[in-house]
Nanobody, 125 residues
Framework: QVQLVESGGGSVQAGGSLRLSCAAS?????MAWFRQAPGKEREGVAAAIRVGNSNTYYADSVKGRFTISQDNAKNTVYLQMDSLKPEDTAMYYC????????????????????WGQGTQVTASS
């Protein structure tokens, strides 16, 4: 079984930055970040894929502000979050999957079956 542990969350003022880390027992082909705010559905934030041509994918709401990256030697996935906005406030989860996921669904929570416990991110205005 794959175990994922997130860290790096915290509280910052709007416009600030945070870097989340996801320490994985195993690095799988699909590593992604999701977030969920109270009363809202879980949504995909970013994904790093190493099937075929390695690629990254971002939700429109974070594109240009967030960057996902991996350190394969440490089985760690990062999410660099810059220019944070109040609407970014949520519990952030790391997720992983091994089987093929169509490009159009790489940010769908239902495609992932390994999940971390989450780390809270709060951006205050």
């Amino acid at each position: 079984q794959v175990q994922l542990v997130e860290s790096g969350g915290g509280s910052v003022q709007a416009g600030g930055s945070l870097r989340l880390s996801c320490a994985a027992s195993h690095s799988l082909a699909y590593m992604a970040w999701f977030r969920q705010a109270p009363g809202k559905e879980r949504e995909g934030v970013a994904a790093a894929i190493r099937v075929g041509n390695s690629n990254t994918y971002y939700a429109d709401s974070v594109k240009g502000r967030f960057t996902i990256s991996q350190d394969n030697a440490k089985n760690t996935v990062y999410l660099q979050m810059d220019s944070l906005k109040p609407e970014d406030t949520a519990m952030y989860y790391c997720a992983a999957a091994a089987k093929f996921i169509p490009r159009a669904r790489v940010l769908f929570p239902s495609e992932y079956y390994y999940w971390g416990q989450g780390t809270q991110v709060t951006a205050s205005s």
